[in-house]
């Protein structure tokens, strides 16, 4: 190996420590940090060399960024036509018939979840904002239905489809969406599972009982709002959204053809309806921008030989089970670090290694994902857009003490989803 190469792996090594630390702002890091790398390598930055640093820029153009546009058509016109208040209002008037009050704040988390699923920013308060106060009212303890609703953002990293770090662990691993975002759907859903049966024990344990006239009037207060259509309406384009899916048609062409039925649906004119989408595409900004960087970022590692070094040192490790050593690296990765954006800096080099060991490209992508995703929000509750947000709107919770209870769960779902990567490796 060259002094050149050496250096230059040095600094992307010295970008890698940086973007953990979050010192600096980490799409400008990865994005400067790769191309003085690149270019300290020997690498032209243009031109009909094999290998330019343009090239390596275009190849964070990845179809998968496709994917998110069609699915980002698809929730800007619902958002504007009401549809999606109206499958919130559903969602949570089913948890109410499901289990009461501990129902309502899980239905409510739920819908924040597959919502920010959709849109690329998980914001719990969304629906915790009416479910909050109502499963108070209905006698479950107001760090639980905090805890419970910020659990939201599990469902919107690994289940989602814009989140810079997963699409940039899925572009590396040259898989799509589909089967993926079901299995993160699952994991996610593990850990609402374990915080609704631990939040009735608890009311129980407690003695807490509501008079079904009170539970009426909680309900009501949702019911009586105003919405701009009805249940079947708002639905379909959900189910249409879904059979293309399962279908492994064009997730892009998809997106487009459930928004189309939306428009249809709701009496809009295409001028408008195709305003209203492209709003839902504006919300690809930052995702867009990211996703590119961090592809560029894997691309540089590459070609400066930094896997080939991280692959030699960890050999001994890799021997045992590289996919199990993935999720290992990435739920510590999570731990440490508590940002799954902040996690890519050692997923994407690490999950390099680990294909170039011949491990199941599948397997190994959603044991990066998973393995970061769930436990980031193990010591805080998550960044900005998670439990610091819902403690305001959740009379009686606090910061502390919701976290607390998050923890098993979290912990919980952890292990699901190590369970779905051996099934994964098996079968």
């Given at each position: 190996m060259t002094t050149q190469m050496i250096i230059a792996q040095c600094l992307m090594v010295l970008t890698l420590v940086i973007m953990i630390t979050g010192m600096t702002p980490i799409y400008i890091t990865a994005i400067t940090g790769a191309a003085i790398s690149a270019i300290v390598a020997g690498f032209p930055l243009a031109g009909s060399a094999p290998m330019t640093i343009a090239k390596m820029i275009n190849s964070g153009l990845n179809p998968v960024i496709a994917d998110m546009t069609g699915i980002l058509l698809f929730i800007g016109i619902m958002q504007a036509t009401g549809f999606l208040d109206v499958i919130v209002r559903d969602i949570v008037l089913w948890g109410n018939k499901l289990g009461g009050g501990p129902g309502v704040c899980t239905a409510g988390g739920i819908a924040a979840g597959v919502i920010g699923a959709l849109t690329g920013f998980t914001q719990p308060v969304i629906t915790a904002v009416i479910t909050g106060p109502a499963a108070v009212k209905l006698g479950v303890d107001p760090n639980k239905v905090a805890g419970i609703q910020a659990h939201a953002g599990h469902i919107g990293n690994l289940a989602g489809f814009t989140h810079p770090t997963q699409v940039a662990i899925l572009a590396t691993a040259g898989i799509g969406y589909g089967l993926f975002n079901?299995?993160?759907?699952?994991?996610?859903?593990?850990?609402?599972?374990?915080?609704?049966i631990r939040v009735i024990y608890d009311m129980h344990k407690r003695g807490v009982t509501v008079s079904e006239e009170d539970r009426i009037a909680v309900m009501d207060e949702i019911k009586n709002k105003e919405y701009k259509t009805t249940s079947g309406k708002a639905f379909f384009p959900f189910l249409v959204l879904l059979v293309g899916f399962i279908c492994g048609l064009p997730i892009f062409l998809v997106g487009l053809v459930s928004a189309l039925v939306v428009m249809i649906l709701a009496h809009k004119d295409m001028k408008s309806a195709e305003q209203t989408m492209m709003q839902g595409v504006g919300l690809i900004a930052t995702p867009l921008v990211a996703t590119i960087g961090f592809l560029f970022m894997s691309t540089v590692i590459k070609q400066i030989g930094l896997v080939d070094t991280i692959?030699?040192?960890?050999?001994?490790?890799?021997?045992?089970?590289?996919?199990?050593?993935?999720?290992?690296?990435a739920f510590v990765t999570g731990f440490m670090t508590q940002s799954y954006a902040a996690s890519v800096a050692v997923l994407v080099p690490f999950l390099q290694v680990v294909l170039g060991t011949g491990a199941d490209p599948f397997a190994a992508a959603f044991a990066a994902a998973s393995g970061a995703s769930l436990i980031q929000y193990f010591l805080t509750g998550g960044p900005v857009a998670a439990l610091a947000t819902v403690i305001p709107v959740v009379p009686g919770s606090n910061l502390k003490q919701a976290n607390l209870f998050q923890r098993p769960s979290i912990l919980f779902g952890c292990l699901v989803a190590l369970i779905i990567t051996i099934l994964l490796m098996i079968f």
């Open positions: 079901v299995l993160g759907l699952i994991a996610a859903l593990s850990i609402f599972l374990m915080s609704y692959s030699t040192f960890a050999s001994p490790m890799l021997s045992f089970s590289p996919v199990i050593v993935m999720f290992c690296v």
